[in-house]
């Protein structure tokens, strides 16, 4: 079991930064692939951003590419979502995850509570 807590959401201006970040505890957070998923009101939850597990590779929705970046620090079992140039189409709850499958579109296994990000036009 990998139990994960995000943190670092609220509400800000379009066009402002956040930073979220997630905090892993269980089993060995280097074997997982790290993930960033949102969902806004009324909508199904959808992909935002991925993370291998040595931290070389990433991947972006589209929708948050150039804009949006992923990284982990395996030292501290921690990852984080740096969200920059933000849109109130942004504004969603955030949810990191893990999987152990490797890197691509593929389901996630363990997920955290959600963290609300508000982007005011």
């Known amino acids: 079991q990998v139990q994960l807590v995000e943190s670092g959401g609220g509400l800000v201006q379009a066009g402002a930064s956040l930073r979220l970040s997630c905090a892993a505890s269980?089993?060995?957070?280097?074997?997982?692939?790290m993930g960033w998923f949102r969902q806004a009101p009324g909508k199904e939850r959808e992909f935002v951003a991925a993370?291998?597990?040595?931290?070389?590779?990433?991947l972006y929705a589209d929708s948050v590419k150039g804009r949006f970046t992923i990284s982990r620090d395996n030292a501290k079992n921690t990852v984080a979502l740096q969200m920059n140039s933000l849109k109130p189409e942004d504004t969603a709850v955030y949810y990191c995850?893990?999987?152990?499958?490797?890197?691509?579109?593929?389901?996630?296994?363990?997920w955290g509570q959600g963290t609300q990000v508000t982007v005011s036009s």
């Open positions: 269980g089993r060995t957070f280097s074997n997982y692939v």
């Open positions: 993370i291998s597990w040595s931290g070389g590779k990433t």
């Open positions: 995850a893990a999987q152990s499958k490797g890197l691509g579109y593929v389901p996630f296994d363990y």
